[in-house]
């Protein structure tokens, strides 16, 4: 019987210039959840950069796919599938253009909601039944065109906001890892400022 593993994602693009883009806040989150427990990215593994150790106890495997956003699913899927992992054992955090910037949801499944990410996910795994972090980015001024938008650094005033949200973020990702996905949910979804059922 292998030991129970769990599959923490952060979605973004590859490269250096991608780095600080509002799209690539899921690889921001996962960076910062290795720093705080000394894990190193620093494997190759089915198209991702992957840092595997324990977090609280808990066998955890980090991912930043290298696929580019759209094509996610093609590291995600051989992931779960090399590990055997169930879906509920799969966390994806990602950006989320309808929810206000540094606001936190929580759900253990549900659909892609217009995020090529995660319908590229969702269509590897032929399942959209695995918890998801959505992190809130907010929707862009006037009428500018969402995908330019998402493709643009966060001003130093956003990242200000973002701050608190990305330490709550590690908290509720910490949450699921010891006690699961309902008391995760009620911690981050309540201090995101309401639940969601």
């Given at each position: ?39 190193k990215f620093n494997r190759m593994m089915n198209k991702a950069i992957i840092a ?146």
């Amino acid at each position: 019987m292998e030991e129970r593993r769990r599959i923490i994602v952060g979605l973004g693009n590859p490269g250096r210039e991608y780095a600080k883009h509002r799209h690539n806040v899921g690889f921001m989150i996962v960076d910062r959840l290795a720093d705080q427990h000394h894990l190193k990215f620093n494997r190759m593994m089915n198209k991702a950069i992957i840092a595997l150790g324990e977090i609280a106890g808990n066998k955890v495997l980090l991912a930043k796919p290298q696929t580019f956003m759209n094509l996610s699913g093609e590291s995600v899927g051989p992931l779960v599938k090399f590990y055997k992992a169930a879906l509920s054992d799969l966390l994806v955090i990602y950006d989320e253009l309808d929810l206000p910037l540094g606001q936190l949801r929580m759900r253990p499944k549900g659909s892609a909601g217009g995020h090529n990410g995660m319908k590229s996910i969702i269509a590897r795994l032929g399942s959209d039944a695995f918890p998801r972090l959505r992190i809130g980015i907010g929707r862009p001024p006037g009428r500018r065109d969402p995908k330019d938008y998402v493709l643009e650094d966060f001003t130093a005033d956003e990242l200000a906001v973002l701050e608190p949200a990305f330490e709550r973020a590690i908290a509720g990702i910490q949450r699921w890892l010891t006690d699961g996905i309902d008391n995760a949910m009620n911690f981050v979804n309540q201090s995101a400022g309401g639940s969601e059922m």
